[in-house]
């Protein structure tokens, strides 16, 4: 039995007390917490986290599921850099392979990659670091570490624990499933003596599961931290008009960092050029575009020099950057398991975001479609795909369409379809989603109108879909209606007053609360279940909701955020925010890495909260290690003092040099006065 924050063993176990998850802080070695404070500027560990390190640290093979945001990857970083030997870590993106690379080497840890992306001379420095010992984590692609002889070199390299993140790839029955991964199962035989964990953000129990049992993980302990993300502000809206309905979006988080998902490559080039005509800066991102344009979008949003990027799936796990504010759908996603990555993207740093989900109910069948089209073309081509991952990609997308016509807390969804339970902050439910906040408003005469819509498709001899109900129930004249005779109906023009867009988010609405249901195949055609029954009999009553119905309240802006949740009581100084973000981002050119990875927003807000005057009270902010302390120091204590004597901050760090100049002025002693 799986439990939200446990150490399990096979046979039932219960949820640690706080106690005992303190404890599990306390049995760590000081040489470890102390390597933390030094190198990531970390002074208190998650309770998961200290249990996750605690068992790598055993030697026990491990599945660890934490949300996106809750620091999973330091949960084999951080003992890697105490423990003897070499620490490998199999991650399926090279882009995600060299953020994490970038970010420890700034950090003062010995890391490196291997990638088919890098030149001979680099992959052969690499190999020279590795026999001479001076690498603690090695990052690789499974099919690297799967090449003949590559596992015998690594043990020769002295490795002493494997690493798999992103490891819901393995499975079937995750949402990014992926052939490559399933090689991995080969690795307990070649190495049955080393510790394997695993490592991934979003899994349900089936899922769990299925990881230990394809890696051959021997008695694992499985570590589930709670899935809730609640700085993110869920809302659902059907698709109207998707160009204004993302640019109110957009406004709502003028210069800040978003991403906007689409189904198909044509409609992220579209949306991308409809928001540049209206100023905004964004690109697109699909597969379709050659490798050099991908990677060109993909570094423009990373070093900030756009704030927006629209995209297909095919741009997602390789990207870090902490600071997005919003996520915004403009299709439904393939799945919840989707969703919940794909969302966890925003607010990494732990401030407020916004996820916005636009759908429609065709929707569901486009991607149904794809889904099908896929498995043919799988089997065409001899691959023999299984039918039963079909299915259950199916039931995935059912589910999701089912999350955006249930009109209960966003929060308590996502987090029970993950198996665990959800406790709302308060009696007014998340305080965090279109239905707690009160942004929905009921239909007056919801029964009324539930009975004309589930009346119709019986008068329509429950062999018709939803467009079609739609028109006979706003009086259409078609063809089609003619043809049938529907337009002799008694439903016929009932809701002539309302639009196609209302009728259909209604319908979806009754198939979301399983009033009414989908008849499979090639024309999805709809029929009452029995709860429609009592529904349209009057035996049961139904509510149904206009979205939205009032302008979504305004997503917290970053400052805002700065404001409630870093400052602690001390104000946050807004200019001093934004001239510090400018200089990460000079600092971060010079440096050819992502600015997020100079340091973070929550580190430079907490900064322009405290205003440290030395290193010492610098290292007290949370996200400043020592490494970062000593090289980046000086520039940020220099811009915070210019600030100090500047009302007006200008670009970089507000004194008129350049962030070379600043980074090589000394810093004041512990106590030093200022000139």
């Not at 106690?19 to 404070?37: H, T, Y």
């Not at 423990?83 to 970038?102: A, C, H, W, Y």
């Not at 499974?142 to 596992?151: A, S």
Request: aromatic share 6%; with cysteine.
């Amino acid at each position: 039995m799986f439990e939200a924050n446990a150490i399990l063993t096979p046979g039932p176990s219960a949820p640690p007390s706080a106690v005992e998850a303190g404890d599990a802080a306390a049995r760590l070695p000081e040489e470890l917490l102390g390597a933390i404070g030094r190198t990531w500027g970390i002074d208190r560990l998650r309770p998961l986290q200290a249990r996750a390190m605690e068992v790598v640290l055993a030697n026990r093979d491990l599945v660890l599921i934490l949300p996106t945001g809750a620091g999973k990857s330091l949960c084999y970083q951080a003992p890697a850099l105490v423990r003897e030997g070499l620490t490998v870590v199999v991650s399926p993106l090279i882009s995600l392979m060299k953020d994490q690379v970038d970010g420890l080497v700034q950090n003062g840890v010995p890391a490196a990659m291997l990638t088919s992306a890098q030149g001979a001379a680099e992959r052969r420095a690499t190999f020279e670091d590795l026999e001479r010992g001076l690498l603690k984590l090695l990052f690789v692609a499974p099919e690297r570490v799967m090449m003949d002889g590559f596992v015998h070199r690594l043990v020769a390299f002295g490795l002493e624990a494997l690493a798999i993140d992103e490891a819901h790839c393995i499975s079937h029955w995750g949402h990014d499933f992926r052939p490559e991964y399933r090689q991995l199962g080969e690795l307990r035989r070649l190495l049955p003596e080393v510790p394997i964990h695993a490592f991934t953000a979003t899994a349900t129990e089936q899922v769990r599961r299925d990881i230990a049992e394809q890696l051959h993980l021997h008695d694992p302990a499985v570590l589930v931290g709670p899935c809730d993300r609640p700085n993110l502000t869920y809302r659902v809206q059907p698709r109207r008009e998707l160009g204004r309905q993302v640019l109110d979006v957009v406004r709502r988080h003028a210069d800040e960092a978003g991403i906007v998902y689409c189904i198909s490559r044509k409609d992220t080039e579209a949306l991308d050029a409809d928001l540049r005509r209206q100023g905004v800066r964004s690109v697109a991102y699909h597969a379709g575009l050659p490798a050099r344009e991908r990677k060109r979008a993909q570094d423009a949003f990373q070093s900030e020099e756009v704030d927006v990027v629209c995209a297909t799936v095919a741009f997602g796990m390789g990207i870090d950057r902490t600071d997005v504010r919003f996520v915004l759908h403009a299709a439904l996603p393939k799945g919840i398991e989707q969703y919940s990555q794909e969302t966890g993207r925003a607010g990494r740093d732990g401030l407020a975001a916004e996820c916005v989900l636009f759908y429609s109910g065709t929707d569901f069948y486009t991607w149904k479609s794809l889904m099908e089209r896929a498995h043919h073309e799988a089997a065409a081509n001899g691959h023999e795909p299984e039918r039963d991952v079909l299915d259950a990609s199916i039931e995935r997308l059912g589910r999701m369409m089912s999350y955006t016509t249930r009109f209960v807390c966003r929060h308590r969804q996502l987090v029970e379809h993950f198996g665990q339970d959800y406790e709302p902050p308060d009696a007014a439910g998340c305080g965090a989603c279109d239905v707690c906040l009160g942004e929905l408003k009921a239909v007056a005469d919801s029964q009324v109108v539930a009975q004309k819509i589930l009346s119709c498709v019986v008068r329509c001899q429950q062999r018709y879909g939803a467009t079609h109900v739609t028109d006979v129930l706003r009086g259409a004249d078609t063809a089609g209606i003619r043809r049938a005779g529907h337009d002799q109906l008694s439903t016929y023009g009932l809701l002539r007053n309302q639009s196609t867009q209302e009728i259909r988010a209604w319908i979806d609405q009754l198939i979301g609360m399983e009033h009414l249901r989908v008849e499979a195949g090639r024309y999805p055609t709809l029929y009452l279940s029995p709860s429609g029954v009592q529904v349209m009999k009057d035996e049961l009553p139904v509510t149904l909701f206009a979205i939205p119905a009032t302008k979504a309240r305004a997503g917290r802006t970053r400052k805002a955020a700065a404001l409630e949740e870093i400052g602690n009581g001390l104000p946050v100084d807004e200019g001093l925010f934004e001239a510090l973000r400018s200089l990460r981002r000079e600092l971060a050119r010079e440096r050819g890495v992502p600015p997020y990875l100079i340091f973070n927003d929550r580190s430079l807000a907490e900064m322009a909260s405290r205003r440290p005057r030395t290193l010492v009270e610098l290292l007290a902010v949370k996200g400043v290690g020592e490494k970062k302390a000593a090289d980046l120091g000086p520039a940020f204590l220099a811009a915070i003092e210019a600030h100090a004597t500047d009302d007006s901050p200008r670009e970089g760090n507000s004194a008129g040099t350049t962030a070379s100049d600043a980074a090589k002025s000394p810093p004041r002693a512990p106590g030093e006065e200022e000139s």
